[in-house]
């Protein structure tokens, strides 16, 4: 991957309370929005495909890595021991 970026999951965010009560876990849709606002190319115009390998938790950090070619990302995200996140294709207009 050509790009790095260090991230961290929201410690309160109002989807914790249903997602789940007691043991919070980051919605795949919420750790989206950060790879997408991290990305910096404004909304995707198609999700090509992801594929959550790992959940993560409130407050956690994590690596963003990806790169880009023409109208396409491709990225992946690591937890602090490498291990993997989530991986996926976007497209952007």
Known sequence: ???????????DHPCYAGHFPGAPIVPGVVLLDLV????GRGAPR?????KFHRALQPGEA???????????ATFRCLAA?????????LTFA
Do not use: H, Y
């Open 81 to 89: 021991d490498a291990a993997l996140i989530v991986e996926g294709n």
């Open 36 to 39: 997408v606002e991290a990305l």
């Open 1 to 11: 991957m050509d790009r790095e970026l260090p991230l961290s999951a929201p410690l």
């Open 62 to 72: 994590f690596t963003l890595r990806w790169e880009q070619a023409g109208p396409k």
């Open 46 to 50: 198609r999700v090509d495909s992801v």
